[in-house]
């Protein structure tokens, strides 16, 4: 059974149920959280803290104080830069450390391959 991998919030137009094999990352700006989907971006008022403590178990990691990022749509990391899909991000220099670790770890184990 492929059980698909999705988290539900409160969003203004009502309950909305996010994939996380949609969801590039989530950006806060002004105590406001847009998650960035493929195709959509979700808008709601929102702690980043909580959705981090709901996503980490996807493997979703921080890489500063307003981005969320799932390692899945990493392109590349560069620097002090991380791409994700098309856009790219700054890695903060107190969070590089966790983030490069947490992103070694989830290329090691989930990230290898998903054929069964």
Known sequence: MNEERSFTVNAPGGLCRISTDKLMYVEIIKHRLHYHLIDD??????????????????????????????PKFIVRVKGAEVQVGDRTLQISRPRRAAFMEGLTNWYAGAGGGNHG
């Open 41 to 70: 971006v979700i808008e709601m008022t929102g702690v980043l803290s909580t959705v981090e403590q709901e996503l980490g178990s996807y493997g979703f990691l921080r890489c500063n104080t307003c981005y969320l990022v799932n």
